[in-house]
């Protein structure tokens, strides 16, 4: 029969992602903090530790937890290292320090205590210390409470503090309750900030015209390091389908020298471990990632689990797809939109399991060319225990690898990718404009449990996404969305050239792009220096030299009496702190009373203090908790104080 002797009792345990049936997420460095309500029958003394193992290690780390009130526990727990964690939390009656507690409440209440000091000496015999004064000090307390001529001395040594210390350092442990074992999984510091910059290489080419390659693409390198940016990410390098090829503009039919969609991967050239012939050779490719690398810039892959009606798969694994009567499979569609050039795997086939060992032999043959991080096309649409598996195998050997899930899609479904292991996750973000809208969205991310879980990273436009509020030749508009993009959230990204070069042309009623990158080369401005691209610079700048912009959950909103003016708080804890002011009305001046954060500084309601703005180089003296700010859009929509106290 099993021993239900345990008396202590533990429940509510925070933070638990799923009651603990996934890993919560952290980055190495950061300490995980945990609380749990923990409490015994009656008044007897209950002690408990939070033990960590990395997966690493084969010895437990062991910290006590400290009594709050109401019977909650708090403790934690350090995170150096990369990779899956491994912890739980045990509780016990603790008869050493009930003991000590219940001699203290019968001395003060004039009892005498012989027989309790008696009873003491079974909790001292066996202390397991190997330290010399301690040794003595125990051997000192045992002869006391055997002494009635000592009797007051053995009192001052019973319940010292000294004795106490070692009760809780040597704890007293029977009947223990104790936890299921829980997870955290730990990544390294890009996986919480970075900055992503997605450009088509076909379209990087120097002369006009021209089909781009990873040389051409190669010399655009110091201009993305230059502007800041620590990703670059391209679309799909595979060879392109050409049969049911995509022209211009999402035609169905294509002329001859139309180029296609990179998402069609296959054709008789090979297919998602090869490379488009058109971009250079797999060798041109690695020196490419050689020389970002350089650079500080790593190489984000497109993983996309599709392909064209002539990949090689379709007649060597046909098994794999879905055929229909008519001996054809389905293409993929997201109606309104139609992917004639595009087929999906049929997860669910019978050979589902080399399916599943297929593609998770891609991800592993790109990593080993040098491959750190996937950007992952529509993982929505493929089984969550498929992404489970594939994602555990990878950082079974390679934690170092991010995953970015690409999932516009219901809430719940997005989450649930990042529970599974996507490191990253595209937001709603794109679609939150104003000032309610924002505010609601942040407080979401930053203070619902999916903070332990959910990452994201924002992205003001994509290939796919030109929003409504882009669709204007408006400078302050892309410069204010690209500033709420890089100082929201730790992660943010953006479709570079198109971007920078504010292009607003969108098809006639539609968030899309007219003239798409997608279906033709793109011919951009890649050598002007407009306001727009210095001010992306600069404020990458700030973001790389302020600790409090790498992370994300650290954001507080603060109170404007403006609808048109958004204003937030970051601080790295210590002395790093930062006030943002955004005027979100792109054609008018506005301005209202801000309120700053001073039980963060540490200032009272009539001091003094220096804002110091890290764009413009504009500083002001304030005081106090309500400031005035009036914001222009047309000179500069936002204000980015570091806040100086001293």
């Given at each position: 029969m099993e021993d239900k002797r345990n008396r202590a009792v533990i429940e509510n345990v925070k933070p638990l992602v799923n009651g603990?049936?996934?890993?919560?997420?952290?980055?190495?460095?950061?300490?995980?903090?945990?609380?749990?309500d923990i409490y015994g029958d009656g008044h007897d003394v209950v002690n408990a530790w939070i033990y960590i193992k990395h997966k690493s290690e084969r010895t437990w780390t062991k910290n006590p937890l400290t009594a709050l009130v109401n019977d909650q526990w708090v403790g934690g727990f350090a995170l150096p290292k990369q990779g899956m964690y491994t912890w739980y939390i045990e509780a016990w009656v603790d008869y050493a320090l009930?003991?000590?507690?219940?001699?203290?409440?019968?001395v003060k209440g004039g009892q005498h205590v012989n027989i309790e000091l008696l009873d003491g000496i079974q909790y001292i015999e066996n202390i397991p210390t190997k330290n010399a004064a301690t040794k003595a000090f125990?051997?000192?307390?045992?002869?006391?409470?055997?002494?009635?001529?000592?009797?007051?001395?053995?009192?001052?040594?019973?319940?010292s503090k000294q004795l106490k210390e070692i009760f809780l350092t040597y704890p007293h442990q029977t009947f223990v309750t104790h936890?299921?074992?829980?997870?955290?999984?730990?990544?390294?510091?890009?996986?919480?900030?970075?900055?992503?910059?997605?450009?088509?290489?076909?379209s990087s080419a120097f002369a006009a015209g021209a089909h781009g390659t990873f040389a051409d693409a190669s010399q655009r390198l110091p201009y993305v390091s230059e502007m800041g940016f620590d990703v670059v990410y391209f679309p799909p390098i595979h060879p392109i389908g050409e049969v049911n090829r995509k022209g211009k503009n999402n035609a169905t039919v294509a002329s001859a020298d139309d180029v296609g969609s990179p998402w069609a991967i296959g054709s008789k050239l090979g297919g998602h471990r090869d490379i488009n012939p058109a971009l250079g050779t797999l060798e041109d490719f690695q020196n490419f990632i050689k020389i970002a690398n350089n650079m500080g810039i790593e190489v984000a892959m497109d993983f996309a689990l599709q392909c064209a009606p002539d990949h090689p798969y379709?007649?060597?694994?046909?098994?794999?797809?879905?055929?229909?009567?008519?001996?054809?499979v389905q293409y993929a569609e997201n109606p309104p939109k139609k992917y004639q050039d595009i087929l999906p795997f049929y997860f669910e086939n019978d050979d589902?399991?080399?399916?599943?060992?297929?593609?998770?032999?891609v991800v592993l043959y790109w990593v080993k060319q040098g491959i750190t991080i996937f950007r992952v096309d529509n993982p929505h649409t493929k089984p969550f225990r498929f992404w489970e598996w594939l994602i555990a195998n990878v950082h079974e050997k390679h934690p170092d690898i991010i995953f970015?899930?690409?999932?516009?899609?219901?809430?719940?479904?997005?989450?649930?990718?990042a529970k599974i292991g996507f490191t990253q996750s595209y937001t709603y973000f794109t679609w939150r404009n104003n000032k309610a809208q924002l505010s609601e969205y942040m407080r979401e991310i930053v203070t619902s449990p999916s903070s332990d879980y959910f990452r994201p990273n924002f992205w003001p436009n994509t290939p796919d996404i030109l929003p409504y509020e882009l669709q204007q030749p408006n400078e302050a508009a892309f410069i204010t969305r690209f500033f709420l993009s890089a100082t929201l959230s730790g992660n943010y990204g953006m479709y570079g050239p198109v971007y920078e070069n504010m292009l607003y042309q969108a098809m006639p009623g539609k968030e899309e792009y007219i003239d798409s990158e997608k279906y033709e080369i793109g011919r951009h401005v890649w050598d002007t220096r407009g306001k727009l691209?210095?001010?992306i610079r600069i404020v990458n700048q700030v973001r790389k030299n302020n600790p409090a912009f790498k992370d994300t959950f650290n954001l507080q909103l603060c109170q404007v009496e403006n609808e048109h003016i958004m204003a937030y708080f970051k601080s790295d804890g210590a002395d790093n702190h930062i006030l943002c002011i955004v005027n979100l009305d792109s054609y008018y001046t506005q301005g209202g009373w801000v309120q700053v954060p001073l039980e963060h500084l540490k200032l009272s309601t009539n001091e003094g203090y220096t804002v110091f703005d890290l764009v413009s180089q504009a500083s002001y003296h304030w005081r106090g908790e309500w400031n005035f700010v009036e914001i222009n859009p047309h000179g500069l929509p936002f204000h980015c104080f570091q806040i100086l106290t001293s």
């Open positions: 603990g049936s996934f890993a919560m997420k952290r980055i190495t460095g950061d300490r995980a903090t945990v609380t749990a009930n003991w000590q507690h219940e001699l203290d409440r019968k125990l051997k000192e307390c045992k002869s006391l409470f055997k002494d009635e001529n000592k009797y007051s001395e053995a009192i001052s040594a019973a319940m936890t299921p074992e829980y997870k955290v999984w730990v990544d390294r510091e890009k996986a919480a900030f970075s900055a992503w910059y997605e450009f088509f290489p076909r379709v007649k060597q694994h046909p098994q794999w797809f879905r055929w229909r009567p008519d001996g054809t589902w399991q080399n399916l599943w060992s297929e593609l998770l032999s970015l899930a690409e999932a516009f899609t219901r809430p719940k479904i997005m989450h649930m990718l691209k210095q001010i």
